[in-house]
T-cell receptor, first 114, second 114 residues
């Protein structure tokens, strides 16, 4: 399973763009990159998933370079409600034969200040 | 509403007692999972199930047991053999086919053993 490294914590201010980078040097060919968000005392919530290049949805963008050894989650114009823990997961996604084997590390605690 | 429901939200038990945590989903998902989360830590996989009457151990299955008698239900029993059972327990479900899928998490059960 691919090990991921992401910053333990980050601070930002309302209205700023936040970029959280995740390193995954031993990513395998079949691995996808998935990001989840977790608020205190709640279950994680899916944000975005990608395999290569760039993926964008209504809440975030995911940038993946050609070598796929890292990825960057971009949150545009954050608000106080974006304060949460963000997990970078690398592996065969939920729903495949390797289901359940995605590793949730410590994640990145993002603190958005007014 | 479709979703995944865990109950109760808070649970207190005396040391040495078994306790069962409930997880129900009406999403018609084949796969279900149990995770444990300790303060400031990521999620660790306890058990997962891809089909009724079948389940697999995760990374920290010792001291826990599960059953999957119905597609929509995946209860977790924390036995007296679990040496440090106080934690936040999260249940999740996902479809089993396709690569671009996500897991849906419940709101969690916070278990305190005294």
């Amino acid at each position: 399973l691919a090990k991921t490294t992401q910053p333990i914590s980050m601070d930002s201010y309302e209205g700023q763009e936040v970029n959280i980078t995740c390193s995954h040097n031993n990513i395998a060919t079949n691995d996808y990159i998935t990001w989840y968000q977790q608020f205190p005392s709640q279950g994680p919530r899916f944000i975005i998933q990608g395999y290569k290049t760039k993926v964008t949805n209504e809440v975030a963008s995911l940038f993946i370079p050609a070598d796929r050894k890292s990825s960057t989650l971009s949150l545009p114009r954050v608000s106080l409600s974006d304060t949460a823990v963000y997990y970078c997961l690398v592996g065969v996604p939920f729903g495949s034969s390797n289901t359940g084997k995605l590793i949730f590390g410590q994640g990145t605690t993002l603190q958005v200040k007014p | 509403d479709g979703g995944i429901t865990q109950s109760p939200k808070y649970l207190f038990r005396k040391e040495g007692q078994n306790v069962t945590l409930s997880c129900e989903q009406n999403l018609n998902h084949d796969a279900m999972y149990w995770y444990r989360q300790d303060p400031g830590q990521g999620l660790r996989l306890i058990y997962y199930s891809q089909i009724v009457n079948d389940f697999q151990k995760g990374d920290i299955a010792e001291g826990y047991s599960v059953s999957r008698e119905k597609k929509e239900s995946f209860p977790l029993t924390v036995t007296s053999a679990q040496k440090n059972p106080t934690a936040f327990y999260l249940c999740a479900s996902s479809i089993l086919k396709g690569m671009n899928t996500e897991a849906f998490f419940g709101q969690g059960t916070r278990l305190t053993v005294v």
